[in-house]
C-alpha cells in the first residue's frame, strides 16, 4: 500500500466524537484520516441547542447517563470532564453562558463550537474526506477501507458514526451493522429526546394549545429507573414537547402511562383548593386556575376536561368534584400514543452493548485496535449538554488509549 494511504488512524464520522478523537490524536503527532460521509463536518453540532450549541453541563455526572451498564461511563466522564471542554472553550474565546440547570450555550452560534474543532484539527494536520462512502472495510489488522475515493490502511479504527436520529443531518445505522459484524450484540435501539404524539381524546387540546408551555413534573410510575423531571411542558400540534417530556421520552416505554403534576408548585393541591374554598366560596374554579396557568391554557382544560366546572363557584362544587380535581391537577394520567421517532428525536438509546467494550479505553476486547465513541454506544445522556460531554470524554478517551500505544512520528 502507497504510504500515503497508510495512517496511524482512522476515525469515521466527523460528529462531535470523531473530531474531539482525531484532534486529540493530531496533537501528538499521529497521522489521522477521517472519513466522513456527508459533504459538510459536524451538521448535529451546528443545528443542537436551537443554533447555540448546549456543549456541555457542568454537573454532568454517571446518573445523567442511560445504559444497560450504567458504569460504563464513569471512567471517560471523569477522566474528560466538562472542565477540560470549557478550557478549551475559553481558550479561544468563545462566549457563553449558563443558561440554567449548568448548561453551557454558545453566546453567538454552535458555528464557533464546530470551527474550534476543526481548527484544532487543522492544527494536528488532521485529513477529513468529507462525502466518502465505505464500499468494503477488512477489519483484520491492519483495517483497509475500500471509499469511493480511494482505498486506506489504518493500525487502528475508530467508530463514531453516531445513531440514527435525523437520518437528513447524518443520522445511520452504520455503526451498528459494523457491530453486528464483529459480533459484538447491539441493545434494542429507540428514539430518545423526543416529542410524545398522542392519538386519544387529548389530541386536540393539545393541538389548539400548540406553540404555549406550563411549568409541570412529570414521572412514570411503572418504572422505577426513571428519575422524576420539573421543567416546561409544551403542547404541540400531535402532543407534547418541551424539555419536561423530552426528558421523560428517554424511559417511556411503549403502553406505559405518565403521571403528570399540573401544579408542581403546590405541594398539597386538595389542601390549596380547600383552603381558597373557605376565603372565596364565591370565585370560580377557572378564577384560582388563572392564578397559575396562562388564560388560553385554562380555557382549554376547562373546555375538555372538565366542561361541567366551567361556570361553578367553590362552593357549588361537589366533594367527588373537589377530590377529582385535586387528583387529577396533581396526578393527570396521560398514555402517549408513540413519539415522533428517528425524524425529530435527539438521540438513540441503546446501541452498541458496552460489555464487548472497554470502559477506560473505548476499544473492543477482543479486538482491541478498534473503537467505539459517542452516540453509537449503549449510552445516552440527558437533555443539557450531557450527550456532547460524553462524546467528547469517549472521543478523548479513545484516543488517549490509542496515544499510549502507538509512537508518533
Ligand atoms: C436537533 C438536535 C439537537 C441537539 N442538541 C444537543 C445539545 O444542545 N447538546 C447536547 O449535548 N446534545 C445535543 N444533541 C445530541 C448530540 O448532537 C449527539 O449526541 C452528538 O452529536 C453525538 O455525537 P457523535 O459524534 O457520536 O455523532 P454525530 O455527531 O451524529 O456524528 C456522526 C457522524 O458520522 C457520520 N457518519 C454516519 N455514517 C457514516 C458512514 N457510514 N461513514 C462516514 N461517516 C458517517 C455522520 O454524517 C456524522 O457526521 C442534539 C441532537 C439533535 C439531533
Known amino acids: 500500500m502507497n504510504q500515503d494511504r497508510h495512517y496511524d488512524v482512522i476515525v469515521l464520522g466527523a460528529g462531535a466524537a470523531g473530531l474531539m478523537c482525531a484532534l486529540t490524536l493530531g496533537q501528538v503527532g499521529l497521522r489521522v484520516l477521517v472519513l466522513e460521509k456527508s459533504n459538510k463536518p459536524g451538521k448535529k453540532i451546528l443545528m443542537s441547542g436551537g443554533g ?3 456543549f456541555t453541563n457542568i454537573h ?3 446518573d445523567n447517563f442511560i445504559s444497560a451498564n450504567p458504569h460504563f461511563c464513569k471512567s471517560a466522564l471523569s477522566r474528560f470532564t466538562p472542565w477540560h471542554f470549557i478550557e478549551m472553550v475559553n481558550r479561544y474565546n468563545i462566549p457563553y453562558h449558563e443558561k440554567e440547570l449548568g448548561q453551557l450555550f454558545c453566546d453567538r452560534s454552535s458555528k464557533d463550537i464546530l470551527n474550534m474543532l476543526l481548527d484544532e484539527c487543522a492544527d494536528g494536520q488532521i485529513t477529513i474526506q468529507m462525502s466518502s462512502e465505505i464500499l468494503e472495510l477488512s477489519t483484520k489488522e491492519p483495517v483497509v477501507i475500500r ?17 440514527l436520529s435525523i437520518p437528513k443531518m447524518g443520522g445511520s445505522g452504520f455503526g451498528y451493522d459494523m457491530a453486528e459484524q464483529l459480533d459484538l450484540s447491539v441493545r434494542p435501539k429507540r428514539a430518545g429526546l423526543v416529542p410524545l404524539v398522542f392519538t386519544d381524546i387529548h389530541k386536540a387540546m393539545f393541538a389548539a394549545l400548540s406553540g404555549t408551555s406550563i411549568e409541570v413534573e412529570v414521572s412514570l410510575p411503572q418504572n422505577t429507573q426513571a428519575p422524576n423531571f ?3 411542558m409544551l403542547f404541540t400540534h400531535r402532543g407534547l414537547s418541551g424539555p419536561c417530556m423530552l426528558q421523560i421520552s428517554s424511559y417511556w416505554g411503549s403502553g406505559e402511562v405518565l403521571r403528570v403534576n399540573l401544579l408542581p408548585e403546590i405541594d398539597d393541591v386538595f389542601a390549596a383548593l380547600s383552603d381558597f374554598k373557605e376565603k372565596a366560596p364565591q370565585k370560580s374554579f377557572s378564577h384560582w386556575l388563572s392564578q397559575h396557568w396562562p388564560a388560553k391554557v385554562v380555557q382549554m382544560f376547562l373546555e375538555h376536561l372538565w366542561p361541567d366546572l366551567k361556570q361553578k363557584t367553590f362552593q357549588e362544587l361537589s366533594s367527588s368534584e373537589f377530590q377529582e380535581l385535586a387528583e387529577k391537577l396533581s396526578a393527570w394520567q396521560l398514555k402517549p400514543s408513540g413519539t415522533e421517532g428517528y425524524r425529530t428525536a435527539e438521540v438513540t438509546l441503546g446501541g452498541v452493548d458496552t460489555k464487548h467494550l472497554s470502559s477506560k479505553t473505548m476499544a473492543v476486547k477482543d479486538l482491541p485496535y478498534i473503537y467505539f465513541i459517542g452516540e453509537v454506544v449503549d ?3 440527558h437533555l443539557g449538554g450531557h450527550n456532547f460531554q460524553w462524546a ?3 472521543g478523548y478517551a479513545a484516543a488517549q488509549d490509542i496515544i499510549s500505544v502507538s509512537k508518533p512520528a
Open 52 to 54: 447555540r450549541c448546549n
Open 60 to 62: 454532568s455526572a454517571p
Open 147 to 163: 471509499t469511493n475515493h480511494g482505498t486506506y490502511q489504518a493500525d487502528r479504527l475508530v467508530v463514531a458514526t453516531g445513531g
Open 230 to 232: 420539573r421543567h416546561q
Open 379 to 381: 449510552v445516552t445522556g
Open 392 to 394: 467528547w470524554a469517549s
